[in-house]
């Protein structure tokens, strides 16, 4: 009765592992379904949601939800929300469960970009091709934008997800908030910004500072798709260990961005690593081992969803694509 309904689902049985072929070229498994079709039928869907996520409400609120849409809606691939919605998939749930969540998310996203950007910190002018907030609508009302699509995250996550037991949406909205705190993105932020400039940062410490800054949403991002359509404990660690190598993966692709694309390519200014004497991993062990620290980062991701074959193919696919994209 009830109380079944707040448990999670048992693990399906173990599937075969997917082939060794899939972990070299996960391509292969994506070509299946056809990714870049994929990527962009989610795109659409997730754009209309995030579009329909903020409504001026009265004349008082105009500027600081005007200031909140144009951070929200300025593009991007909108990579989190989409592996949310693939993660649910993955575990028999809908898009229609997960999207909730998945706006939630890039709203957190772009809370983080709105107040990276901010001349406190990363101090950029340029954002996904178009100014940043604070350039456009000044650095106090940016500040407030990103504190009110923090908070907004919440209430949209809690208030429109439905078909979903009380007890894992509460689980959702507690790893969102984990996500973005002390051992989530503010955390690792205040690492990179203490690292820069630093003599004799390790490896380790990188690491560390992009597990939290980086990989943290991903991971919330693919655990909480999980979460939603009922995946077991043994599952949802599957899908950590997945997400904690492609978030690593994704920033090691962004530093070697940083120093062989230009800022038309990128959207946001080229070098700028290299300016602030930023540490990444291509100052630390050099641009070709990098590369090859992707891949590898990638492989390992592609492992951790083995067990669930083919219907696992969309983020597989993702995985191959963050180091293969171009911006």
Partial sequence: GAAEAFTPRPAAPRRAPISRSATVAPEEAATAFDLKEYLETKRVNVEKALDESLVVTCPEVKTITESMKYSLNAGGKRVRPIMCIAACEMFGGTEEMAMPTAVALEMIHTMSLVHDDLPAMDDDDLRRGVPTNHVKYGEDIAILAGDALLSTAFEHCATYTKGVPAERVVEVLRRLGESVGAVGLAGGQVMDLQCEGKEGVTL???????????????????????????????????????????????????????????????????????????????????????????????????????????????????????????N
């Avoid at 597989?316 to 994209?325: E, H, L, N």
């Fill in 204 to 326: 380790q410490q990188l690491q560390w500072i992009h597990a939290h800054k980086t990989a943290a949403l991903l991971k919330v991002a693919v655990t909480s798709g999980a979460i939603l359509a009922g995946a077991s404990p043994e599952e949802v660690k599957a899908c950590e260990t997945y997400a904690l190598d492609v978030g690593l993966a994704f920033q090691v692709a962004d530093d070697i961005l940083d120093v062989t694309a230009s800022t038309e390519e990128l959207g946001k200014t080229a070098g700028k690593d290299e300016a602030v004497d930023k540490t990444t991993y291509v100052k630390l062990i050099g641009l070709e081992e990098s590369k090859i620290e992707a891949r590898r980062l990638v492989d390992d991701a592609v492992k951790a969803l083995s067990p669930f074959g083919e219907k696992a193919a969309p983020l597989i696919g993702i995985a191959d694509y963050i180091v293969a994209r171009k």
